[in-house]
């Protein structure tokens, strides 16, 4: 545990608005660092700004940096960034309630077929809504004669396989619990209360899945993770969803399954990332994309920022750090 008998300091994007720098507790040292800083700055404790590329352009500035506090839950890129002598914590729970809502959000909007009555509103047609039935016979490979025709589908009752039980994961449970839906839960390893199976169990659970929520880490054991053999086993007409990482998803696979018909996606993230406007996936059918939207809402920041400042409180009284992601080398 950090102990000096200087004002601990604390160094904080100089961007952060002057309301949420007031979040932080009494009895230390800030630094607003600016995000193209001149030269070297001395803190002992690091609160990132949220994107990557900010991050690594202030790092090589930064001296004496013990302790990083992200104000995203995914840390991947700060962690390499750092090394393993900065002990990482993320901030868990800062967007887990905006990332499930758009989660349930996007499930509905494909299942209601949103997308589609949005092109009809743009075009002032009406009479195409008939062609919502078609589209659910294509996507299902179902061609029995429909009386009254189908113009959605429903949420109750699917069968929704969550691929990720952390916060976020458990946030959109508690949203998709309501609607009568079938939970199945993947994380990294298994647990018994929830019942939760190991990731190595994934292929053998797609099959049954009209749902598939990705929401885990980006690792090197996560890369890939979805790829053609994946996206073969499960059902047709399916509906993918990924608040994760881009590069979980076998880009190239997901276009070829798209285009060929067997799923649906909803996808926040992309691999690559941004998606240049000539990629390929703009074009798929049955796919709905926002660029990386999901945990972006006016209720982030603060929420964040009093996550980091109570990781400031504990260093101040001593007290161990919580959503430790790496544990630095002891002084």
């Known amino acids: 545990m950090m102990t000096t008998m200087k004002p601990l300091r604390v160094g904080y994007p100089a961007a952060l608005a002057a ?19 001149e030269g070297t700055i001395e803190i002992d404790v690091w609160v990132p700004p949220p994107a990557a590329v900010l991050g690594q352009r202030v790092w090589p500035h930064l001296l004496g940096v013990k302790v990083a506090l992200s104000l995203m839950a995914g840390t991947e890129w700060l962690t390499e960034l750092v090394g393993p002598g900065v002990t990482v914590c993320n901030a868990q729970g800062a967007h887990s309630i905006s990332t499930s809502e758009w989660t349930l959000s996007v499930i509905l909007a494909m299942l209601k077929y949103l997308p589609f009555y949005g092109r009809l509103q ?12 078609q589209t659910y016979a294509e996507i299902h490979d179902d061609h029995r004669a429909q009386f009254p025709p189908i113009l959605q589908e429903e949420l109750h009752g699917k069968r929704v396989l969550i691929v990720g039980y952390g916060d976020i994961g458990q946030h959109i449970e508690r949203l998709l619990m309501p609607f009568g839906v079938e939970i199945t839960r993947v994380a990294r390893s298994a647990r018994t209360e929830p019942r939760v199976h190991p990731v190595q169990e994934l292929d053998g659970l797609l099959p ?24 073969a086993l499960m059902p047709q007409g399916a509906l993918l969803v990924n608040a994760a990482r881009g590069p979980i998803v076998q880009t190239d696979a997901l276009v070829a399954a798209l285009n060929a018909g067997r799923i649906r996606a909803a996808l926040d993230v992309t691999d690559p990332e941004p998606l240049p406007a000539e990629h390929p ?17 006016p209720e982030f920041s603060p929420r964040s920022v009093r996550i980091a400042a109570g990781q400031i409180g504990r260093l101040l009284r001593g007290e161990a750090l919580v959503n430790v992601v790496q544990l630095g080398a002891p002084e």
Do not use: M
């Not at 743009?122 to 039935?133: E, H, K, N, V």
């Open 19 to 37: 309301e949420l720098v007031a979040l932080f507790p009494q009895g230390i040292e800030l630094v607003a660092i600016p995000s193209k800083p």
């Open 122 to 133: 743009q075009a002032g047609d009406w009479p195409s809504r008939r062609l919502a039935s």
């Open 281 to 297: 996936l703009w074009q798929c059918p049955n796919l709905l994309i926002t660029p990386h939207v999901a945990g972006s809402t």
């Open 208 to 231: 049954g899945a009209e749902i598939v929520v990705l929401i885990l880490p980006h690792t090197p054991a996560t890369h890939g993770l979805i790829g053609a053999a994946q996206l």
